[in-house]
């Protein structure tokens, strides 16, 4: 099914280990997304990308980078966990043109740091 | 900045019952407006997406309406079933996307 794949589904790291949160889209998608989703607070932005080769700051993105490696993968990295970003993750798409499609999200990545 | 508010942020219902969830926005500037619901555990899967220029979609026993000027949307959901039972997110978007904390619905058998 078309879509947004995300890997891995969950992941357990200890403070200060390294990871990296994949995300693929085949639906020709120019706009990508990631987000951050924890109890009380819905859904915040922490990077996106509008376009292939152009990767912009959300709402709160310390301790995390991200790539777009293509059009279709957009990775992000925590380089140092902390247990602050304990936390659902979420990659979206959308195209946006003329008239703004609406998104679609990922299945996300369940992360603990202890 | 752009602020969305759901109202009720829980609501519970017999089933069968219609019923009706609001988001309200505090910028009128937008291009769309999306629903989505999400299952516990899970992501977030589209429900209904309006346009600035329209009034209202439908898709199935989902009905949901957009009023830009007092910047407001609801979801209608007619004869409401327990598989219903979700957490409703609205979103905004213009140069950004913005949502709201959701309504969480549970439908008692």
């Known amino acids: 099914n078309a879509g947004v794949t995300q890997t891995p589904k969950f992941q357990v790291l200890k403070t200060g280990q390294s990871m990296t949160l994949q995300c693929a889209q085949d639906m020709n998608h120019n706009s990508m997304y990631w987000y951050r989703q924890d109890p009380g607070m819905g859904l915040r932005l922490i990077y996106y990308s509008a376009s292939e080769g152009t990767t912009d700051k959300g709402e709160v993105p310390n301790g995390y980078n991200v790539s777009r490696l293509n059009k279709r993968e957009f990775s992000l990295r925590l380089e140092s966990a902390a247990p602050s970003q304990t936390s659902v993750y979420f990659c979206?798409?959308?195209?946006?043109?003329?008239?703004?499609?609406?998104?679609?999200f990922g299945s996300g990545t369940r992360l603990t740091v202890v | 900045k752009q602020e969305v508010t759901q109202i009720p942020a829980a609501l519970s219902v017999p089933e069968g019952e219609n019923l009706v969830l609001n988001c309200s926005f505090t910028d009128s500037a937008i291009y769309n407006l999306q629903w989505f619901r999400q299952d516990p555990g899970k992501g977030l899967t589209s429900l209904l997406l309006?346009?600035?220029?329209?009034r209202e979609q439908t898709s199935g026993r989902l009905n949901a309406s957009l009023d830009k000027s007092s910047g407001r949307s609801t979801l209608y959901i007619a004869a409401s079933q327990p598989g219903d039972s979700a957490t409703y997110l609205c979103a905004v978007t213009y140069q950004k996307v913005t949502f709201g904390i959701g309504t969480k619905l549970q439908v008692i058998p």
């Open positions: 309006i346009q600035s220029s329209q």
């Open positions: 979206a798409s959308s195209e946006v043109g003329g008239t703004p499609s609406g998104y679609t």
